[in-house]
């Protein structure tokens, strides 16, 4: 069965992928355990931050009424009636020429207005009793950090789908989350298949190539941010590997294989989603690398045919597979972030296909520049350690010259790009 | 105990911690756990890649010298004497007008220097034999991948100190790597403290906060490669609090305290770092926030005093903390990375430290562009979540404008940077 393929356009490719996109479930992790995950939920404010007046250095908060008139000349005497640590609130209320000696962080006793910073005063004790002399005078407000003046109580800082950094966590702490519900990882087969393939713990034989792809694959789901599963390598039988998909479908939420499991001229790919009833949603598309690229749903579940050659597999897990990765998180940027760049290097042939060249994006005084990396064959594997990019130069009679503003999409980031495909055509219109 | 703290400048500051990085304890990983972590080896290339001449097509291996004279009038007919799939060797030696089926990987059989692509070749039967017609010359290496064009063997392509990501995996699997040797994540204690924490589980109390610096801290530590232990908050007594730290340093190769341990008037660091016998490196930088950032060192092991407030404690960590753990890994680049972006905002008013604004950095046509994210006090927690870079703004008689070139430091970032202080003072002063 040596199957048609009829090439369909990138972004056609894409489109039809996503109609499968599905919402993960979630889970409820504890807060130290929730960095680098998606948040499954709204988080509004319970509070006012800061949730009470407080105080942001060490000094005496005093009336401000109350330094009136003093200067350099003349200073004001006030009665310190008490102190107070972070933590610690005042009770009594504080009067005419009263201070209270206050640490950063206490919140401002009533009847105060404004703090004093220690820099500033002098203290000291007659007849058993303190005394601060201030000699300067200073506004209603001065050095009070008010109630809400961060954050408002009900505000919602951090939505659904978000990607919990350092300061998501801050958040959650702060608003008193000890547990945090995140969207579960979804769980992602890997099946390697090729005759030619040998396991990195095995010697090298004449003929052979070890497999790369399934751990390089496994570590692109990490990156997304899903979990991978590896079943190992597929077996030549056909009925074998019917019964090894199927098992492998009840075990994961997507199916990854890479490999065109030929034997011989026979690729195995189209009977066995024929067997199992998986429509074909498309087996060509019209770049380089990965044009072979095939995706088959079943039961709303996405089964993915990656090139057996490492850059075409690469090229493929990040246009096809990663969005439905992060929209599993309802993460509202779910493909890779699009951005323009200073193109590095020439590329005078033209060529049909839209290219997808593995590159280094650098900046040169703030200027995004983009380098191809290595070797530029979809079976090279040299390019991919250096490539944080992919330098997209779409297919037809032109080539591409050095300094030219062209479209990447960036690999190493957790913020990602809303549907990109209509802006990168745009962009080389205009 | 009120102690006397004299400012330092954030470089000399940064360069009294780095006297004490070290290298971390290596460990061996199975490949498939080995995306994230830092290299602890150079890995050489243990074979050419691809290891021999192989077909990156579907077609017939062939001597090109056998295809001349053929073209669209008057085809070359082959006598097609083997078949070979990905994997398999042909045995013997191809000799005049004979062609070998061969599938894509598979390797070049002896005797031929070129294949032609399923595609331009019709074949055909007779007597019982495989025959192959062609329509056109091909030339000498048409449709072969050659031994180590990717990549020759003893080359060295991933260094040790090199952060592993998808591309390292795949080339580690590639050369045999079925257990990698990495870098231990070095085990970094967190200790919070203040009378006014209370944890994230725990209702608001009047005057108290929840504790968001821990949590926060935790997740920076994991953001940086390490890994973080938490010992809970610190008591009242000095006592406890110096068993504590006592005890905490036994387990961790790094301890962070959060907040100043204050009791009243009383902050028990340094009495805390002289009972243990620990050297002061500084305990107040010319910057904000985190002016009063601590490091104290004792028997190699560094303890850092962070910040109460929020934003002071995430940059006193990034700055002070993070190249610790990259040197740990020895990764060559240990610092914040930085860049120079177009600042996206006015800062009129002069200061007289350097100030590390919280800011959200993004591209404006590949042009870097910094702009502040929410409020900027130190204690501010809502510019965390925001914030991917940190504005640098120097001390000094001057403000800034909206327009103007600043360096940033990238917060989410794997690359880093050599020492970076020497360039940005250098870059305000051109």
Redesign the interface.
Known sequence: MIEQRKPIAVAEAVQRVMHYAYQEKIEIVP??Q???RFLAEDIAA??D????NRS?Y?GYAIRSIDSEGANAEQSVVFQVVG?I?????YDGIVDERQAV?I?????IPQGCDAVVMLEITQSFEQDGQSYMSLKRQVQAGTNI?YKG???QKGAI??TKGQY???????????????QVTVFKKPIIGVIAT????L??????Q???????????????I??AGAA?K?FGQLSDNLELCIEAVKDALQEVDILITTG?V????YDYLPAIYKAIGAEVLFNKVAMRPGSVTTVAARNGQLLYGLS?N?SAC?VGFELFTRPIIRTAFQNPQPHLRR????LGADFPKPNPFTRFVRATVS?D????TAVPC??D???????????NAFIVLPGGSRGYEKGM?VVVLLL???QGSEWPWDKIEKSYKS
Chains 1, 2 share one sequence.
Not at 103 to 107: K, R, S, V
Not at 262 to 265: E, Q, T
Not at 365 to 368: A, D, T, V
């Open positions: 807060l130290h929730a960095y680098g319970d509070q931050v800061p949730a009470f942001p060490d102190e640590g972070a933590g610690y609130v000696r640490m950063t962080g206490a919140m950090s003046e961060d954050i800082l951090i919990i950094n350092p300061g998501v966590v801050a958040l959650l702490a702060t608003f008193g989350y000890p090729g005759s030619e393939l396991e990195p713990d095995e010697a090298l004449v003929g052979k190539i070890r497999n790369s792809n399934a751990y390089m694959v496994m570590a692109q990490e990156r991978a590896y065109g030929s034997v011989g001229d057996g490492p690469y951005e323009q760049a200073r900046f005084n703030g200027q995004l290595g070797f064959k979809s079976s090279a594997v040299s390019s991919l350690e250096g490539a503003q190493e980031d957790m």
